[in-house]
């Protein structure tokens, strides 16, 4: 049985006191074609978004020069994502506000977008455990993500990337991620 989650309205509107509505069943996070993402904010209010695919913990992840705002934020899930597109199932994420522009994401990668309930981030518990590996090299708390240049943010992908797994059989993420495509 899967998790239950909230996609949101059509309209691109939260319900009453914030809640999304109209549920839908997820998948259990075996399937691969099936995404997680989140934003890691720094101090300052500087955001890096974070996506991964939850099979393989493939990670993908870029600064956003325009912080949280939800257009460029979703500009930069099609950019990062499209040429996996035919390989994307649905892409799940919190209730935040810089999510709002989901029917972007939707049209450009044609996958569903899911929301988390609220204070449930267990229901994404890859791109969470992700972010804790990042923080290894971005410490969020100290850093301004101002210093990271868009280099050193490729080279940490690489490095999670090229972390061998228990979860894979001890194989890396890209390796496993790219198996699947070819």
Aim: charged share 25%.
């Amino acid at each position: 049985m899967g998790v239950r989650w909230h996609k949101l309205h059509p309209s691109g509107k939260a319900c009453r006191g914030g809640q999304l509505h109209h549920r839908a069943e997820q998948a259990d996070g075996k399937r691969y074609g099936d995404y997680e993402m989140d934003l890691i904010v720094d101090q300052f209010g500087h955001a890096i978004l974070t996506i991964v695919e939850r099979s393989t913990n493939m990670l993908f992840m870029t600064k956003l020069p325009h912080g949280k705002k939800s257009e460029p934020l979703a500009m930069q899930v099609r950019r990062l994502l499209l040429p996996y597109k035919e390989h994307i199932k649905t892409i799940t994420t919190d209730n935040g506000p810089e999510f709002a522009a989901h029917k972007l994401i939707t049209k450009h990668l044609g996958a569903v977008v899911y929301f988390a309930d609220p204070y449930s981030s267990w229901q994404k518990g890859a791109i969470e455990n992700t972010n804790k590996l990042i923080r290894q090299y971005i410490p969020t708390k100290q850093a301004n993500f101002d210093d990271y240049t868009d280099k050193k943010i490729a080279m940490i992908q690489k490095k999670i990337n090229s972390r061998p797994s228990q979860k894979l059989n001890f194989e890396t993420p890209k390796k496993e991620f790219y198996k699947r495509i070819l």
